[in-house]
C-alpha cells in the first residue's frame, strides 16, 4: 500500500480489525519512510457494477462517490458516522444483489432516499433536492408536501 504523504511504495500493517458491521478490515498502517501513520479499509465486492445514467453513459459504480454525496446531504447532521457507514454498506449490498451487473442511477437514487429517510429527514430533503434537481422554492414546498401527507 502506498503512502498517502510520501508516496513510499512499502508501509507496514500494525492492527487489523474487522469494522463492527463485518463488511470491512480496518487496517492501520505505518510508513517507515516518513513516519506516516493511516487508515485503510478492504471491502468485499461482490461483482462488478455499472451505473447507467440518465443520459445513457455508462460508468463504473463508485462505492466513494456515493459516500461523498450522502456525507454532503448529512453534513452538520447530528448523526453518528458508525449509523451513516452501516447505511452505506446496506446501500451498496442491496444495490449489489439486485443481480444485475448495470444498475439504472435513479433505482440507486431511490435506495438512497429510503435509507436518509430513515435516519435524518433533513438529510433526506437535501439529497432530493440535488437528486430531483429541484429548480425553484416551489420544488421544495410540494416535496415537503408530499412526504408530510404521506406520514399521516
Same mark, same amino acid.
Given at each position: 500500500m502506498k503512502c498517502p504523504f510520501c508516496g513510499n511504495e512499502d508501509t507496514q500493517v500494525?492492527?487489523?480489525? %474487522?469494522? *463492527?458491521?463485518?463488511? /470491512?478490515?480496518?487496517?492501520?498502517?505505518?510508513? /517507515? /519512510?516518513?513516519?506516516a501513520r493511516f #487508515? #485503510?479499509? *478492504?471491502r468485499i465486492q461482490l461483482r462488478e457494477l455499472t451505473v447507467l445514467k440518465k443520459n445513457g453513459k455508462k460508468v463504473p459504480f463508485d462505492r466513494d462517490k456515493l459516500e461523498r454525496s450522502i456525507h454532503i446531504s448529512l453534513r452538520k447532521r447530528p448523526v453518528e458516522s458508525d449509523r451513516v457507514e452501516r447505511m452505506i454498506s446496506g446501500?451498496?449490498?442491496?444495490?449489489? %444483489?439486485?443481480?444485475? %451487473? *448495470?444498475? *439504472?442511477?435513479?433505482?440507486?437514487?431511490?435506495?438512497?432516499?429510503e435509507g436518509l429517510q430513515s435516519i435524518d429527514s433533513v438529510a433526506?430533503?437535501?439529497? /432530493? %433536492?440535488?437528486?430531483k434537481n429541484f429548480r425553484e422554492a416551489r420544488d421544495f414546498e410540494e416535496f415537503l408536501g408530499e412526504i408530510t401527507s404521506n406520514k399521516d
Amino acid at each position: 500500500m502506498k503512502c498517502p504523504f510520501c508516496g513510499n511504495e512499502d508501509t507496514q500493517v500494525k492492527d487489523s480489525r %474487522s469494522t *463492527e458491521d463485518n463488511s /470491512a478490515i480496518r487496517r492501520r498502517r505505518f510508513c /517507515a /519512510a516518513c513516519g506516516a501513520r493511516f #487508515t #485503510t479499509f *478492504e471491502r468485499i465486492q461482490l461483482r462488478e457494477l455499472t451505473v447507467l445514467k440518465k443520459n445513457g453513459k455508462k460508468v463504473p459504480f463508485d462505492r466513494d462517490k456515493l459516500e461523498r454525496s450522502i456525507h454532503i446531504s448529512l453534513r452538520k447532521r447530528p448523526v453518528e458516522s458508525d449509523r451513516v457507514e452501516r447505511m452505506i454498506s446496506g446501500i451498496v449490498r442491496r444495490v449489489e %444483489s439486485l443481480g444485475e %451487473s *448495470e444498475v *439504472e442511477s435513479n433505482v440507486i437514487g431511490e435506495i438512497v432516499m429510503e435509507g436518509l429517510q430513515s435516519i435524518d429527514s433533513v438529510a433526506y430533503v437535501r439529497f /432530493a %433536492s440535488v437528486y430531483k434537481n429541484f429548480r425553484e422554492a416551489r420544488d421544495f414546498e410540494e416535496f415537503l408536501g408530499e412526504i408530510t401527507s404521506n406520514k399521516d
